[in-house]
C-alpha cells in the first residue's frame, strides 16, 4: 500500500525473505516501466474498489507480470491517497512487481491529516523537489517516458464486482444477475459450474434458529467486509456505514443465517466508524467488528451454520460469498461457497440485504419498508457528497494520533510467556505444531553436479490460473484428508485439528495439505478434488499417496501446467510442499512472479513452454513420461529438450532468469546455499 503513496516496495517471496534473514542480497531482473494514464473524473456512484476491479482486469489482460506499473495523468488528481493505496495493494492480483503513484500535493496532505510533524512534512516536500520526484499530475510536460503507455478514463468505470474465482473477472453490477446465470450453465472452468438444465431451479428449505428458509442457487451465505485493501479507505468504510443507517432507518434487515464480518485492518478504522455515529448500524445488520486483519479474505470464515452447509450439499446449490476483499480463488474463502465474488463495502452490504447475488437492482428492490413500500438500493446509496462530509468531519489527525499512542511492544500475555534459552531451538519430537524441519537433511557440504530429470512421471495436470491457493495448504483441516488421518494417528480428535496455518511449523501436516484444495481440477482425473493418479498401476488416490509411493519407488516426479501458474497470494509453502512431494520441475506456460521465484529458492526446476506451445497443442496427455538432460554450464534462459517416453520431444525453456538464481538451483535452493555458504567460511 505504500506506493500509494510515493514509497517503492515490492513484495518478495517468503523463501527470499529468509535468505534475506541470513544475509543474502536479492537480484532480479531490471524491469520495464508500464504508465498506466488516468484522465476524466469518477461517476458520483463508483468507489475506489471500483476502479481497482477495473484496472486490475485490464492490467491482467495486457500482460504486466514482472514488469512495474506507474499511473500518471490528470486522472490520478482526483483520487484520494487511500483510493491510490487500493489500487497499489490489488498488485498482485494484476500480477505487477509495483504499481506505483508518485509523490505530489494529496500525499502532503495525507501525512498532515495523520498526524505527521509538519516540519518533517516540510524536509520532504523540498527534498522531492528538489530531486524532480515531486509531480503535478496536471502538467503533462512532467510526464516520464515509460517502456510502454495504457489508458483509462475514469467517467466510464461503472459500479462492478470481481468473480466468481478470480479476482481479475470483473462483472458490472447492472449484469450481475445475466452473467451468474450464465456462469452456471457454462462448462466448468473459471466462468462456469455446469448445471445442468433440470437442476437450475433447484431450491432447498431448511431451518435455522426455529424458522423455515430456502437457499437457491445464488444465495448469500456469507457476506464479509474485510481484508487489508478496501478497510483502510475511509471513504467507502464510511460509505458502508452510511448505506447500514439508511438500510435501518427504511426497516430492512439481513437475513440471520447469513455470515456476516467487519474485521478492519487497523484500530482506526474502529474509531471513526463509533465517532461518526455509525457502528450501532452495522451491527444491526450483522456486521459486527469480529478481530483486525486477515480474516474471511485469507479463508478465515469459520463454519457455516450446520442446517445451512447441509442445504448446499443436499441440493448441490451454487452458494455464494461476497467480500471486499483481495482474493476469491476456488475453495479460499469457504470449501461450501463456489461462486465468491470481490465488491465495495457498500456492496457487500448490499448482496447480504439483497440475500442473492442474482439480482437486478434497478428492478428489483432490497425489501419494504414498515408501510410495504419497495425500497430499492438507489434509495438508501449515500452520495459522494455525504461520504466526504462525514470523512472530513471524523477522519482527524487526532483520531490517528491517539490510536497510534496506544500501540505497544507485545502485550501481558505474549511478555510473559517462557522462553528457552541456548543458541540452539529444543525442537519437541512430540510436538503436532512445530517440527525441525526436513530442508537440510541430505544436504552435504560440497555443492553437488547439476542434476537433469529422468523418467519423471507426472503427478498432476492442470490448466491455466492454478493459484498458490490450489497449491499450497490453507482453512481447515477436512476430516477425510491425509493431513486428518496423521493427526489422528497421534491421538488429536477432529475439533483439536485447527488450521493448516496454525499448523504450518510442521512439515509433516503441510505437506499432506499441499494440492489438498476441493476444487483442483486434474486433468488425470474427471471430477475436481485432491486427487491423482498413481500411474505404474493406473489407481487413483490421494496427491500425497500417490507422491509417497513414487519416492519410495525411486520415481522421480514433475507437474504440467498451462498460464499463470502460482498467482494469488505468496505462499512460501506453495513452492515448500511441492518440494515434500518429490516434485522435481514444473512445465508451465507462463509464471507469475514470486512464484517463479519461490520454485528456483526450493530447487524445482520452472521450465516454460517456448511461445506459441502449450501441452494442448503438443498432445501431452500427463500419461508419459519426462526426460530432461540439462548441461553442468547451464545458462540463465537456456532451451533444453524434453523427451517423452511415447517419443515426442520439444524444447522449453529454462525459467533461471540471472546467475544468481543458477547459483541457488546448483546448490539445491537458496537456503541450502546459504546454509553451505556459512559452514565454508573460516569462522566454523
Request: hydrophobic share 35%; aromatic share 10%.
Amino acid at each position: 500500500m505504500i506506493n500509494g503513496l510515493g514509497i517503492m516496495g515490492w513484495g518478495v517471496g517468503g523463501i527470499e525473505a529468509e535468505a534475506v534473514m541470513l544475509g543474502q542480497s536479492i537480484s532480479m531482473v531490471l524491469p520495464e516501466v508500464v504508465g498506466y494514464k488516468l484522465t476524466g473524473q469518477p461517476h458520483p456512484l463508483t468507489t475506489s474498489t471500483d476502479i481497482v476491479l477495473t484496472i486490475t482486469k485490464h492490467l491482467r489482460s495486457i500482460g504486466v507480470v514482472g514488469k512495474f506499473v506507474e499511473f500518471f495523468g490528470s486522472g490520478v488528481a482526483a483520487l484520494s491517497i487511500a483510493d491510490r493505496a487500493t489500487i497499489s495493494n490489488m498488485c498482485p492480483e494484476y500480477g505487477a512487481t509495483v504499481g506505483y503513484f508518485p509523490v505530489d500535493e494529496k500525499s502532503l496532505q495525507y501525512l498532515r491529516q495523520t498526524g505527521r510533524d509538519e516540519k518533517k512534512i516540510s524536509m520532504i516536500a523540498a527534498y522531492m523537489r528538489a530531486n524532480e520526484m515531486f509531480r503535478d499530475f496536471n502538467n503533462s510536460d512532467q510526464d516520464p517516458v515509460f517502456s510502454q503507455v495504457f489508458e483509462l478514463d475514469l467517467s466510464t468505470v461503472s459500479p462492478c464486482c470481481s468473480g466468481p474465482k478470480r479476482p481479475h473477472d470483473r462483472v458490472s453490477v447492472s449484469d450481475m444477475k445475466t452473467d451468474f446465470e450464465q456462469c452456471l450453465t457454462n462448462k466448468p472452468g473459471f466462468k462456469g459450474f455446469g448445471i445442468s438444465d433440470d437442476k437450475l431451479s433447484a431450491t432447498m428449505p431448511f431451518v435455522y434458529e426455529g424458522v423455515e428458509y430456502t437457499l437457491q442457487h445464488g444465495s448469500v451465505v456469507i457476506a464479509a467486509i474485510t481484508s487489508c485493501t478496501n478497510t483502510s479507505n475511509p471513504s467507502v468504510m464510511l460509505g458502508a456505514g452510511l448505506l447500514a443507517k439508511k438500510a435501518v432507518e427504511a426497516g430492512l434487515s439481513v437475513k440471520p443465517y447469513i455470515k456476516t464480518s467487519l474485521s478492519p485492518g487497523s484500530g482506526v478504522v474502529t474509531y471513526y466508524l463509533r465517532e461518526s455515529g455509525v457502528t450501532p448500524f452495522l451491527e444491526k445488520l450483522g456486521f459486527d467488528i469480529v478481530g483486525y486483519g486477515c480474516m474471511t479474505c485469507i479463508g478465515n470464515s469459520g463454519p457455516l451454520p450446520e442446517t445451512v452447509g447441509e442445504a448446499i450439499e443436499k441440493g448441490d446449490l451454487v452458494a455464494c460469498g461476497v467480500l471486499s476483499g483481495n482474493r476469491n480463488f476456488e475453495g479460499r474463502i469457504h470449501p461450501l461457497t463456489r461462486a465468491n465474488y470481490l465488491a465495495s463495502p457498500p456492496l457487500v452490504i448490499a448482496y447480504a440485504l439483497a440475500g442473492k447475488v442474482n439480482v437486478d437492482f434497478e428492478t428489483e428492490p432490497l425489501g419494504t419498508n414498515a408501510e410495504g413500500a419497495p425500497v430499492f438500493l438507489r434509495d438508501i446509496w449515500p452520495t459522494r457528497e455525504e461520504i466526504h462530509a462525514v470523512e472530513s468531519e471524523f477522519v482527524i489527525p487526532s483520531m490517528f494520533n491517539e490510536v497510534y499512542s496506544r500501540i505497544q511492544l507485545g502485550n501481558e500475555r505474549w511478555n510473559k510467556l517462557e522462553a528457552p534459552c541456548g543458541t540452539l531451538y529444543p525442537w519437541d519430537t512430540s510436538s503436532t505444531y512445530i517440527q525441525s524441519p526436513p530442508f537440510f537433511q541430505t544436504m552435504t557440504k560440497d555443492m553437488p553436479k547439476i542434476q537433469g530429470i529422468k523418467d519423471a512421471y507426472v503427478l498432476l495436470n492442470f490448466g491455466d490460473s492454478i493459484t498458490t491457493d490450489h497449491i499450497s495448504p490453507a482453512g481447515s483441516i477436512a476430516r477425510n484428508s491425509p493431513a486428518a488421518r496423521y493427526l489422528a494417528a497421534r491421538g488429536l480428535t477432529p475439533r483439536e485439528f485447527n488450521s493448516y496455518g496454525s499448523r504450518r511449523g510442521n512439515d509433516a501436516v503441510m505437506a499432506r495439505g499441499t494440492f489438498a484444495n476441493i476444487r483442483l481440477i486434474n486433468k488425470l482425473l474427471t471430477k475436481p478434488g485432491a486427487r491423482t493418479v498413481y500411474l505404474p498401476t493406473n489407481e487413483e488416490m490421494d496427491i500425497f499417496d500417490a507422491a509417497e509411493r513414487y519416492f519410495a519407488e525411486g520415481q522421480q516426479v514433475v507437474i504440467l501446467a498451462g498460464k499463470e501458474y502460482g498467482s494469488g497470494s505468496s505462499r512460501d509453502w506453495a513452492a515448500k510442499g511441492p518440494w515434500m512431494l518429490g516434485v522435481k520441475a514444473v512445465i508451465a506456460e507462463s509464471y507469475e512472479r514470486i512464484h517463479r521465484s519461490n520454485l528456483v529458492g526450493m530447487g524445482i526446476i520452472p521450465f516454460q513452454y517456448v511461445e506459441g506451445e502449450n501441452s494442448a497443442i503438443l498432445g501431452l496427455t500427463g500419461r508419459e513420461t519426462i526426460t530432461v538432460e540439462l548441461p553442468q554450464n547451464l545458462q540463465p534462459g537456456q532451451l533444453v529438450t524434453v523427451q517423452c517416453s511415447d517419443g515426442k520431444s520439444f524444447q522449453v525453456k529454462t525459467r533461471f532468469d540471472t546467475e544468481v538464481e543458477l547459483v541457488y538451483f546448483r546448490n539445491g535452493g537458496i537456503l541450502n546455499y546459504m546454509v553451505r555458504k556459512i559452514l565454508n567460511t573460516p569462522a566454523h
